[in-house]
């Protein structure tokens, strides 16, 4: 049969390691495909022709994305250019002319996937997004394909590597949270404008999407709860593990009675679990089916060749629905258009978990009452307390607690009541808490 051809914007990291994989891997590739793939145009303002192996095969590089899209020859698309626009009007395009896609862009699927998937819908064409969340690890098709059987009952995910690496080493060698996330940003783990990463703005598009995958609910990313790392402290890495607890910054989407969890955020979790001993850079994806329990999904969620790797396999399974039949694919979203249901998403007022909490607290009798008067007030059980002794000279003690679960909107309500108080003085640090099984 003819080669199936693919037209690539952006020769980046991503774009680069994906030109290298179908390359190097062509003849095994075109035996899982049944067809050979050739890249035969591909759009790039600037690129490093030194760096790129396998960049000589490709039929013809332009600085004009657009020309791609309307490529006549081009049967599928590889949108690796990142960002909202212009991928969102390529990307679209793309599917007015008849083009299936593949994409990294988990932003793009976040904010405009309900759009993007109709589109595809109507147009007869898929659009193919393993790689847009947890780079080389194949989690999408996991949840849509691999777990079909399954009721999804929550997952929680370490799905961005560079908050994972600034604690890892905040844990490991008890440095601080700027001085971590400048080697972070001199290894290439971070931007230079690191908000996306270390805010949890990008963890929280990919847990947009693996919500609507688990749930069969639409994309809402506007729904996500989402809190950063920045405001952790060595003090309270030190703490958690004291008490026998890792810090992770984590995604969790849980189904509820009232309805659908969607939250990212530092969370507690026992150092026993598995989920809680990956470290550096590596991402890992817990999933609790009813059938199968929990399972965990661990590698390489971002560089060139593990994301390249996602993007390539994406290409692989549309050839192969465009040499056998391509009347019954996978849904987008893992449940058929029309069955996306209305569920609701809990605001985080709503969602109950247990919570470490940090109080800097005067030297004098009665601080300690006072503040589990005021927490038992709120109807907030007290699992465990740790009051370090002052350092001479100093008027104030760190204390900590562990609470029983409890709503969210009890704590804000206790943690109001606990800063006004003249006992305490600063903030209260809050992070949340989970057991996770496995």
Known sequence: MEPVKIGLLGLGTVGGGSVTVLTRNADEIARRAGRAIQITHAAARQYDPERIEGLEQIGRISDDAFAVVDDPEVDIVIELIGGYSPARELVLKAIENGKHVVTANKALIAMHGNEIFAAAQAKGVMVGFEAAVA??????????????????????????????????????????????????????YAEADPTFDVEGIDAAHKLTILASLAFGIPLQFD?????????????????????????????????TAAGIEMRVHPTLIPHRRLIANVDGVMNAVLVKGDAVGPTLYYGAGAGALPTASAVVADVVDLVRALTTDPTNRVPHLAFQPDELADTPVLPIDAVETAYYLRITALDRTGVMASIAGILSEEGISIEAIKQKEPAEGETTVPLILLTHRIEEAAMNRAIARIEAFDGVSGKVVRIRMEGLEG
């Open 135 to 188: 780079g080389g690890i194949p989690i999408i098709k996991a949840v849509r394909e691999g777990l079909a059987a399954n009721r999804i009952e929550w997952i929680a995910g370490i799905i961005n590597g560079t908050g994972n690496f600034i604690l890892t080493e905040m844990r490991d060698k008890g440095r601080d949270f700027a001085d971590v996330l400048a080697e972070a940003q001199r290894l290439g």
């Open 223 to 255: 729904k996500t709860f989402t809190e950063g790392i920045s405001q952790i402290e060595p003090q309270d890495v030190a703490f958690a593990a004291e008490l026998g607890y890792r810090i992770k910054h984590l995604g969790i989407t849980r189904r």
